[in-house]
């Protein structure tokens, strides 16, 4: 059993940055391809960023540039390093994990990224 464990929100202000964490543990990361995704109140739950085992990455292109993810699998973590945040981005973000195929089994509790202006 895979758990996600997300680390790193908070307030910033719009313009600001964070960076969020994502511990994976019970497998190896290395397995796994990993996404970050985003559900913003009264939206459905969007893709942000994903970076496969073999280290290819997609973004949003609501995102692209201002956003970089990636994964350290000697500690077993992926990051989403976010700059130039917009009010509008104030969401819950989720890490998820997938091995193999495309639907993501597991996901983490969700950390809050709050922007202010």
């Known amino acids: 059993q895979v758990h996600l464990v997300e680390s790193g929100g908070g307030l910033v202000q719009a313009g600001g940055s964070l960076r969020l964490s994502c511990a994976v543990s019970g497998r190896a990361l290395r397995t796994y391809s990993m996404g970050w995704f985003r559900q913003a109140p009264g939206k459905q739950r969007e893709l942000v960023a994903t970076i496969t085992s073999g280290g290819r990455i997609i973004y949003a292109d609501s995102v692209n540039v201002r956003f970089t993810i990636y994964r350290d699998n000697a500690k077993n973590t992926v990051y989403l390093q976010m700059n130039s945040l917009k009010l509008e981005e104030t969401a819950v973000y989720y890490c998820?994990?997938?091995?193999?195929?495309?639907?993501?089994?597991?996901w983490g509790q969700g950390t809050q990224v709050t922007v202010s202006s």
């Open positions: 998820a994990a997938r091995e193999g195929g495309l639907v993501y089994a597991y």
